[in-house]
């Protein structure tokens, strides 16, 4: 009797195992079908503003932007109040969408090959893929930082292209703001906000 | 000979600034160094005069390029990059790859000759392998473990640190067999201005490839000297590196309190 409740006890686990991996998303799948719905809209025959407002979409659905926000922060998120925390992921979420989709809105129709991923954690996998060379530019080697944490909702938390971090080159951008304004985080906030309503 | 006393006192007080800088740890190993802006007043100074310039010469003059027939450029930027090699091998070989020299060496001496003076990549057509990845003399300093030191911004030439300076004086001293043929006049079959023809055609090459990258960075930058400067010190450290592992490039314990959307 004992023996036969463990056996259902392991084939009850098992199912249950299948069921949660068959709803995770891979991450390389992930990539490619974001790719593919970005591509999508830059080679769709609408106006600019459609495209940008259309791109903004894709990223709050693919992208932790409030998880980008605080990383670039750096050594100076630590310092912040709950209130500017709060001030600082809503700046920071409108000009990371205005700055992101602007920069995409000026390809026409990329075309992103996903090749390869790489586990590095429970919460981290990279995807390697390539944009692939037009008449005018060399193959570019794009790796995408994906978080995991949540594996039926992959992430995007970096872009490195050819070896360089976006992320980390945020980090650095802001935090010189802040560090040539005696580490006033006022500062960034006008920065911000002068980029937003620029 | 005065000129070169002083390239090597300057080289040598250099080389002694920057190892006075490392700590005894290879700055390699630590994965997210500080940027040491030293002079950053100056810097940022010189980066708004080499703005200037850019904007007033070698935007309109790489975009001019960017018009010439494909075979014209592609021609061009192959002829440049095998002239490279004259610094890539010595420094192959002082990183200790052999093998790397060795193919370099045989890419060199096929596409001199059968390629007619660089212009056409035989070599990658006859199975050497194409993905070529210059090395110069700062590159080998940091593959030996010394310390990129302050980050500087030089007239004309744009970004640098106290190592790859030193490298690069390691060049105008005699580690540059093309700088020896043409400026120290070690022959006469060439001259000097060919020298600065080839580097002035480099550095038109390479901004022509990147118009719109910096086009759109300078339009999405906050601080486009922060952001040059971090991807400057990036791609040194990658190169550095010889490696496409990316996970160095950033630190996990960055992110570990932070929670997503």
């Known amino acids: ?198 | 000979m005065r000129k070169l006393i002083a390239s090597l006192l300057i080289s040598l007080f250099c080389a002694s600034f920057s190892f006075a800088d490392t700590d005894g740890e290879n700055s390699l190993s630590k994965k997210n160094p500080e940027v040491k802006d030293c002079f950053e007043k100056v810097n940022r100074a010189t980066f708004a005069f080499n703005q200037g310039l850019d904007n007033a010469i070698f935007e309109p003059v790489a975009k001019g390029y960017r018009k010439l027939p494909s075979p014209i450029r592609i021609g061009t930027s192959n002829f440049l990059s095998n002239l490279s090699n004259l610094i890539t091998i010595p420094n192959n070989i002082l990183q200790g790859d052999m093998k790397t020299a060795g193919i370099n060496t045989a890419r060199l001496t096929v596409n001199s000759t059968i390629g007619i003076l660089g212009i056409f990549d035989v070599a990658a057509q006859m199975g050497f392998v194409k993905d070529y990845q210059k090395e110069d003399y700062g590159q080998t300093l940091g593959s030996w473990g010394v310390g990129e030191g302050c980050y500087l911004v030089l007239p004309i030439f744009g970004p640098s640190t106290v190592r790859d300076l030193t490298g690069s004086l390691t060049s105008a001293i005699g580690g540059d067999p093309w700088y020896n043929v043409t400026v120290r006049n070690d022959t006469q079959y060439f001259e000097e201005s060919d020298y600065y023809y080839s580097r002035g055609g480099d550095g038109i090459n390479f901004r022509a490839k990147n118009i719109e990258s910096f086009d759109n960075l300078e339009k999405n930058s906050m601080d486009f000297y922060a952001s040059v400067r971090s991807l400057y010190l990036q791609d040194r450290r990658k190169k550095i590196m010889n490696s496409n592992e990316i996970i160095d490039t950033q630190d996990d314990s960055d992110w570990e309190e932070i929670t997503s959307n």
């Open chain 1, 1 to 198: 009797m004992i023996i036969k409740k463990v056996k259902y006890l392991f084939i009850f686990i098992f199912v249950l195992t299948f069921i949660t991996k068959s709803h995770s998303l891979e991450p390389n799948i992930f990539v490619q079908s974001t790719v593919n719905r970005a591509s999508q809209i830059l080679s769709d025959n609408i106006s600019r503003e459609s495209k940008i407002e259309e791109l903004k979409k894709v990223a709050l659905d693919t992208v932790d932007i409030r998880g980008i926000g605080f990383y670039t922060l750096g050594k100076f998120r630590k310092n912040l109040s709950d209130e500017q925390k709060q001030k600082y992921s809503e700046l920071f979420k409108e000009y990371f969408l205005k700055s992101f989709s602007s920069r995409l809105a000026e390809y026409s129709n990329p075309k992103i090959d996903v090749q390869s991923q790489e586990k590095l954690s429970d919460t981290y996998t990279i995807v390697s893929s390539i944009l692939v060379a037009t008449s005018e530019r060399p193959e570019v080697k794009i790796q995408w930082r994906v978080y995991t944490k949540d594996p039926d909702k992959p992430l995007i938390r970096d872009l490195i292209i050819e070896g360089l971090s976006l992320a980390r080159t945020q980090k650095e951008e802001f935090n010189s703001i802040i560090q040539s304004n005696d580490g006033d985080i006022q500062a960034l906030f006008s920065s911000l906000k002068k980029f937003i309503n620029n």
